[in-house]
């Protein structure tokens, strides 16, 4: 699947929501604010990037931000809101490409690292992040929960998310753990649109295991940016990752860390 396709210029152009959705304040204040802490006065890195819903918030709250970014068509509508002086960015592979400097935070937002379609791929992505960060940096994942748990016996999807026009729908392959969520769009009449996108997801104790092989210990997870605890009916899930041996606490919810 090539994932720079699936983030092409249709995509970049409508992806900004100013004001509603995950760029509603309502959603982008906590995870905002609680980055700022995290990265304690340091430098951070954000792969992928995109058009900077986190990023330019961020720096405008004082962080030194870089990223890293597959998709051009992204960059370039990130460009209209910050130069390359501003936030630097490196196109590529999340999981493979290197960005110049080192970090105090690297972070990956908005359920991202599903996009990669292999655990090789995302097992990467935990290494690469751990090779940008300095001693007791620390590596942070927002991501959702399977929702195998609604899913009927011998039903293949799920509608996670209905709303006046719009339906949200993820079909399950859950032999090879994988999930394409369907995102259906009504106009006028019987106008509607269609956009896909593959994804493999990860349950957080293999998340844990991938930070494990990395070199990283679980700092804390909470089920959202607010701290609020995670619990077994928890949708999602912020996971904080410090590198092994920095003074870390290891648990589920070791407190406010960075705040």
Not at 33 to 59: C, H, K, M, N, Y
């Amino acid at each position: 699947m090539d994932h720079s396709a699936i983030w092409g210029a249709d995509v970049a152009a409508s992806y900004d929501t100013p004001g509603t959705g995950m760029f509603a304040p309502e959603v982008l204040g906590p995870t905002v604010d609680r980055l700022v802490a995290l990265a304690d006065g340091g430098p951070a890195l954000e792969l992928a990037i995109g058009t900077g819903r986190v990023a330019v918030p961020l720096s405008e709250a004082g962080v030194r931000v870089s990223g890293i970014e597959l998709s051009e068509p992204m960059l370039e509508r990130l460009r209209t809101k910050a130069d390359e002086a501003r936030i630097p960015v490196v196109v590529g592979d999340m999981a493979y490409v290197r960005a110049p400097g080192e970090f105090a935070l690297v972070y990956l937002v908005f359920n991202t690292i599903s996009n990669l379609l292999t655990q090789d791929e995302q097992v990467a992505c935990f290494r690469n992040a751990a090779r940008h960060l300095r001693h007791g940096g620390r590596f942070v994942i927002e991501l959702w929960v399977p929702e195998l748990r609604s899913l009927p016996p011998g039903a293949g999807a799920t509608v996670w998310h209905e709303e006046p026009g719009y339906i949200g729908l993820d079909t399950y392959d859950v032999l090879n753990q994988r999930v394409v969520s369907h995102h259906f769009r009504f106009g006028e009449g019987t106008q509607a649109s269609l956009g896909r996108s593959p994804h493999r997801y990860v349950w957080p104790a293999e998340l844990d295991l991938m930070g494990q092989l990395a070199g990283f210990e679980l700092e804390a997870r909470w089920s959202d940016w607010d701290g609020s605890g995670f619990t077994a009916d928890s949708r999602s899930h912020v996971s904080v990752y410090r590198l092994a041996g920095s003074g870390s606490a290891t648990g589920t919810d070791a407190g406010d860390a960075g705040s």
